[in-house]
């Protein structure tokens, strides 16, 4: 590990917005779809790494629920993409003890990238350490409002008291109960937004922007963002001085 870095101070929870893999095509020339499969080598370094460093959750927007507005070949070509890393990569799992995991309406993939979903997950079911997840056809103002139209739904069924609806509750109606929320939100390309992803579960995420495309974000690069984390101090609304008071 890199001798700068704090292991104890690390994220719990990374999420990422994995973005720029048609520019870095476009600067070379290349096709769209080049810098796809590029991206896909990127996912496989960064996730080995953040396995190795003991993250405990590790979440790549890799499809977004307005991506499917793409042209046609695009998407069809991040599909068949999206089906080989599954299949490719649940022997690795494996071996790392990853647990897989995707948020995202599912019901959109296609039913075979549905079944190779399914059936990772199933397979990895029993593992112990950082659980990936893969955020597909996802879009968060739709995951929330679909929170809402659940916990509507079972109160006019009498099976709710409305006054008991607190965070937590709406917290467990999500596509990421039982996934504490992200520390850390890394977005690379240059791009400055949220893009619909996770935006009630980052409230309190420390947000770091690269101007580097997702293809050649590396591990430097990921260490790099680990140690402006680590520079910064996480507030949640109090003082520095109330910060130094508190039990480590
Ligand atoms: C991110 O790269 C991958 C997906 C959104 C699927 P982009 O394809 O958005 O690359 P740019 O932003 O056009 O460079
Ligand atoms: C966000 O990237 C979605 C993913 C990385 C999968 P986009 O490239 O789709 O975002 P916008 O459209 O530039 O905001
Ligand atoms: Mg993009």
Same mark, same amino acid.
């Given at each position: $590990?890199?001798?700068?870095?704090?292991?104890?101070?690390?994220?719990?929870?990374? /999420?990422?917005?994995?973005?720029?893999?048609?520019?870095? /095509?476009?600067?070379?020339?290349?096709?769209?779809?080049?810098?796809?499969?590029?991206?896909?080598?990127?996912?496989?370094?960064?996730?080995?790494?953040?396995?190795?460093?003991?993250?405990?959750?590790?979440?790549?927007?890799?499809?977004?629920?307005?991506?499917?507005?793409?042209?046609?070949? +695009?998407?069809?070509?991040?599909?068949?993409?999206?089906?080989?890393?599954?299949? /490719?990569?649940?022997?690795? $799992?494996?071996? %790392?003890?990853?647990?897989? %995991?995707?948020?995202?309406?599912?019901?959109?993939?296609?039913?075979?990238?549905?079944?190779?979903?399914?059936?990772?997950?199933?397979?990895?079911?029993?593992?112990?350490? $950082?659980?990936?997840?893969?955020?597909?056809?996802?879009?968060?103002?739709?995951?929330?409002?679909?929170?809402?139209?659940?916990?509507?739904?079972?109160?006019?069924?009498?099976?709710?008291?409305?006054?008991?609806?607190?965070?937590?509750?709406?917290? /467990?109606?999500?596509?990421?109960?039982?996934?504490?929320?992200?520390?850390?939100?890394?977005?690379?390309?240059?791009?400055?937004?949220?893009?619909?992803?996770?935006?009630?579960?980052?409230?309190?995420?420390?947000?770091?922007?690269?101007?580097?495309?997702?293809?050649?974000?590396?591990?430097?690069?990921?260490?790099?963002?680990?140690?402006?984390?680590?520079?910064? +101090?996480?507030?949640?609304? $109090?003082?520095?001085?109330?910060?130094?008071?508190?039990?480590?």
């Amino acid at each position: $590990m890199d001798k700068r870095l704090d292991p104890k101070k690390l994220p719990q929870h990374l /999420a990422v917005i994995m973005d720029g893999n048609g520019r870095w /095509a476009k600067q070379r020339m290349l096709r769209r779809i080049v810098g796809h499969q590029k991206g896909v080598e990127t996912v496989r370094v960064i996730v080995e790494e953040c396995s190795r460093l003991g993250i405990g959750y590790l979440t790549l927007f890799a499809f977004s629920a307005e991506n499917w507005l793409r042209p046609k070949a +695009e998407v069809k070509a991040l599909m068949t993409l999206l089906k080989q890393y599954i299949r /490719a990569e649940t022997g690795r $799992m494996m071996q %790392n003890d990853i647990r897989f %995991n995707v948020i995202g309406n599912r019901g959109d993939l296609p039913p075979d990238i549905d079944r190779e979903i399914q059936s990772t997950i199933d397979k990895t079911s029993g593992n112990k350490g $950082m659980l990936l997840t893969l955020a597909l056809s996802y879009g968060s103002r739709q995951e929330m409002v679909s929170a809402a139209r659940k916990l509507a739904t079972e109160a006019a069924a009498g099976r709710l008291d409305p006054a008991s609806i607190d965070e937590r509750a709406f917290g /467990a109606s999500l596509f990421t109960v039982g996934i504490p929320d992200p520390d850390l939100l890394i977005r690379t390309s240059g791009e400055m937004r949220i893009s619909n992803f996770l935006l009630w579960q980052l409230a309190y995420a420390e947000l770091y922007f690269t101007d580097v495309n997702w293809p050649d974000f590396d591990r430097e690069e990921l260490m790099r963002a680990f140690r402006d984390f680590q520079s910064r +101090e996480r507030r949640f609304g $109090m003082t520095s001085e109330q910060l130094g008071q508190l039990p480590a």
